[in-house]
């Protein structure tokens, strides 16, 4: 981990440690960097577990350490901001890479296998808050949601779109000399709307991207994902 210097873990493959999701899967973002050397296990980590089928995995790349040497070519200032609110929503005064979120409620060290499972696994057990369909007819994404019995909980609607595999040669930095392949990374996000739960949710959204997306419902203030689905 990196707050300025942590963060080391032996890898393994996930054989059956994670519980099946059928159609409840756990988002996992990954807060990560080109620039930091605690990284690469965590985002091996990342790989496995996204191969499982049993996430959605969003990987964002912040730039607050490109200034040691290497600028990190995925990192966009909105996705550490990302992570800041976070920080702010769960009371911690502190950023770090490598950071797993899981459904906007629960982190841990990115390369802390054992807690991330843990998290997964319990993050697997929880009954669904809300029913989200997405379907894609050229550029026009139709989102729709049934109403929560009982809940006037404010959510936001997010597009996510993600470049689903890219290798980089870093050549500065504490990574100097290795090529990194990346998954799930994260090249836009966009607010698209705000859904009050008073009453069914259906809204066209026009894309402004062909890349794979993902499509999030999330607590108002940085709270838990209510739901979230992908389109490949």
């Known amino acids: 981990m990196r707050l300025l210097a942590f963060g080391f873990a032996i890898m393994f493959g996930l054989q059956t440690a994670v519980a099946v999701a059928d159609d409840n899967p756990v988002v996992v973002e990954l807060f990560t960097s080109q620039g930091c050397s605690s990284c690469p296990p965590a985002e091996a980590l990342f790989k496995d577990l996204d191969a499982s089928g049993d996430i959605i995995g969003l990987v964002w790349h912040v730039d607050y350490w490109d200034y040691i040497g290497w600028k990190d070519v ?10 800041k609110y976070y920080a702010h929503a769960m009371g911690e005064k502190m950023i770090y890479t490598p950071q797993m979120i899981f459904n906007g409620v629960e982190h841990a060290v990115g390369s ?110 940085f709270g838990p994902v209510m739901a979230a689905r992908q389109i490949n």
């Open 74 to 83: 995925f990192a966009k200032p909105d996705y550490t901001g990302r992570q």
């Open 112 to 221: 802390d296998k054992e807690r991330v499972l843990q998290i997964v696994n319990e993050q697997l057990e929880r009954a669904p808050s809300v029913n989200l369909d997405i379907e894609r007819n050229g550029d026009v994404l139709r989102i729709s949601a049934e109403r929560p019995e009982g809940s006037t909980q404010k959510m936001d609607v997010y597009v996510i779109h993600y470049i689903e595999e890219s290798t980089v040669n870093i050549t500065r930095g504490e990574n100097a000399g290795h090529t990194s392949t990346y998954t799930k990374i994260v090249s836009d996000w966009r607010t698209v709307g705000q859904w009050k739960g008073r009453r069914d949710l259906k809204l066209d959204v026009t894309l402004t991207s062909e890349l794979p997306m993902v499509v999030m419902l999330q607590a108002e203030g």
